[in-house]
């Protein structure tokens, strides 16, 4: 996962400039608490970015996203990792292709996410969950700790055809069979 908005022009631009600013009146004996102000700017730039849809309102590639929305299908997936931070998105791996992967991770931070799967699929999901919230298509509830959902037609014995591992943290992830 990448966090573009720590590597941009605008974020180093200001604080290259409340850090010279902050040297300026120290000169002065004006003593300005300099973390709290780049935190402070931090925020309001998020802020107005997600009030006028600015570049950090995004989807970050095709398997993560951040304070938005993604919908993906199991062919469109370029990665085994699907991650949602303040937002929302959509798994539906009933048509992913089982001899190119087996094996997906999804994680959810702050946001609500959807995992599909097919009821034909033999699927093993592990879910861990923390000050979240994970619904099973068994009708199990998981807010703390780790849980291993199996397909129906699935036998202890029988190696799973798909493994998801999905993440909860300060969000909910339901998944569902259709």
Not at 65 to 81: D, Q
Not at 103 to 109: A, H, L, Q, R, S
Not at 151 to 178: A, I, K, T
């Amino acid at each position: 996962m990448r966090v573009g908005f720590l590597f941009s022009e605008i974020f180093w631009g200001l604080l290259l400039i409340v850090l010279g600013v902050s040297a300026v009146l120290r000169s002065f004996n004006i003593n300005i608490p300099f973390f709290r102000v780049v935190l402070a700017f931090v925020l309001i730039y998020l802020g107005i970015s997600m009030l006028l849809g600015g570049p950090f309102v995004r989807t970050v590639d095709d398997s993560t996203v951040i304070f938005g929305e993604l919908r993906r299908s199991g062919s469109e997936l370029t990665e085994n990792e699907f991650t949602v931070i303040f937002g929302s998105g959509e798994l539906d791996l009933r048509d992913l292709d089982l001899e190119q992967t087996d094996f997906i991770e999804m994680n959810i931070v702050f946001g609500s996410g959807k995992l599909i799967i097919g009821r034909e699929q033999l699927a093993e999901v592990r879910v861990s969950s923390a000050f979240g919230n994970a619904l099973l298509p068994d009708r199990t509830s998981i807010t703390f700790g780790d849980y291993t959902y199996l397909s129906p037609d699935l036998d202890r014995g029988d190696r799973p055809s798909l493994l998801v591992e999905g993440s909860v943290v300060f969000g909910r992830l339901e998944v569902e069979e259709r």
